[in-house]
């Protein structure tokens, strides 16, 4: 009886590390992040990011700052609200709900007649600042899910590559942003940092910046992006601005 009490304990001992080892691997396995945010995509909720945009040379220059909330529908985006500040232009604010967009500030604030503050229009969803501002949006499902698969995942780190002309197929918010660039083959490098729940945590792209701006002043010039994604799945609420300070947009 003892010697095979002795012998069972043996092979607890010997067997107990590797189940460990497995359960421990398991764990540690990272989660799929498409299906980690088609978790979270809700009406009514949403998430809020901050963000800054480099231009890196000889030296190195912020272009600007931003900070805004995305509000979900079942699909993705439904609706924005960003703030952008630079130091070349006045402060911009871009809400936007489905294909319509309501700047105030920034370049367009020179539009606005007297007694209006809002300049109503279709598209630009990250209003002026878009053109500066991230160009990778982990909100779509589509967007993520063309990442994951061109990308490495490592543990919690997402790197890869991918054309404007690749995003400019899976993402509304690239083609929306940046309506107008020079090369579509500009390659963008990207890192996504995934919480332990699979979710976008931070966002980092960077590209040639003659990709948007083909003057000699960006040449040997890169565009870096650094954006941070706090409260998945929080409650938000998007409203347009109040019609009265409402003026509409003669190109539209």
């Known amino acids: 009886m003892i010697t095979a009490l002795v012998a069972c304990g043996c092979l607890l001992t010997t067997t107990l590390p590797a189940q460990a080892t497995t359960a421990t691997a398991a764990t ?7 299906r980690a945010l088609k978790g979270k995509l809700a009406p009514g909720r949403g998430v809020r990011f901050t963000e800054t945009t480099t231009l890196s040379g000889e030296e190195k220059v912020k272009l600007q700052s931003r900070k805004g909330t995305f509000q979900f529908n079942a699909k993705g ?5 960003i703030t952008a500040i630079a130091k070349s232009r006045p402060k911009e604010r871009t809400i936007s709900i489905g294909n319509v967009s309501y700047i105030s500030g920034g370049m367009r604030e020179e539009q606005l007649p007297a007694g209006k503050s809002w300049l109503k229009g279709k598209g630009l969803p990250g209003g002026g600042s878009g053109f500066y501002g991230q160009v990778i949006n982990p909100v779509e499902p589509k967007t993520l899910a063309a990442l994951v698969k061109k990308g490495r995942l490592r543990g919690s780190t ?5 054309t404007f002309k690749e995003l400019e197929k899976v993402s509304r918010w690239f083609d929306a942003s940046i309506p107008l660039r020079m090369h579509n083959d500009t ?8 919480t332990s729940a699979g979710l976008v945590s931070r966002v980092r ?11 000699s002043a960006f040449d040997g010039k890169t565009i870096t992006i650094d954006s941070r994604f706090t409260g998945w ?20």
């Open 158 to 162: 997402l790197t890869g590559t991918i």
């Open 187 to 194: 390659k963008v490098s990207y890192t996504l940092t995934l």
């Open 28 to 34: 540690a396995a990272p989660k799929d992040p498409v």
């Open 77 to 81: 985006v439904a609706a924005s609200d």
């Open 233 to 252: 799945g929080a409650k938000v609420s998007v409203k347009a601005p109040n019609p009265a300070s409402v003026t509409v947009d003669a190109e539209d």
């Open 205 to 215: 792209s960077s590209y040639a910046a003659t990709g948007v701006f083909d003057t």
